[in-house]
């Protein structure tokens, strides 16, 4: 599956922005879809994620409450809305895909990555 990450920009501190990320390719509904962040000189860390099956989601405690991901299957497309921006969200942000139900945390877990897009959130 080939993954095409979008909706990224600059914004203020408190701002809000959704990030898409477009499928092409296998079947996209049988695939749990996640958003994972990198911040210049750090690893790359979970964000959140959304299983196929049940459509469970899961994530990260720096982002509970302010982030919310949901995928819409007709159109082959993961989103990832994001509130209460903060410096600290300020990363590159890459959707990934894998195919089962099972969500992971785990970078290594996901097969398929999109190519990034940049959140700059200004103090």
């Known amino acids: 599956v080939q993954l095409q990450a979008s909706g990224g920009g600059l914004v203020q501190a408190g701002g809000s922005l959704r990030l898409s990320c477009a499928a092409s390719?296998?079947?996209?509904?049988?695939?749990?879809m996640a958003w994972f962040r990198q911040a210049p000189g750090k690893e790359r860390e979970f964000v959140a994620s959304i299983s196929y099956s049940d459509g469970s989601t899961y994530y990260a405690d720096s982002v509970k409450g302010r982030f919310t991901i949901s995928r819409d299957n007709a159109k082959n497309t993961v989103y990832l809305q994001m509130n209460s921006l903060k410096p600290e969200d300020t990363a590159v942000y890459y959707c990934a895909a894998r195919a089962g139900g099972s969500i992971y945390s785990a970078p290594y877990e996901y097969h398929f990555w999109g190519q990034g897009t940049q959140v700059t959130v200004s103090s």
């Open positions: 390719g296998r079947t996209f509904s049988y695939y749990t």
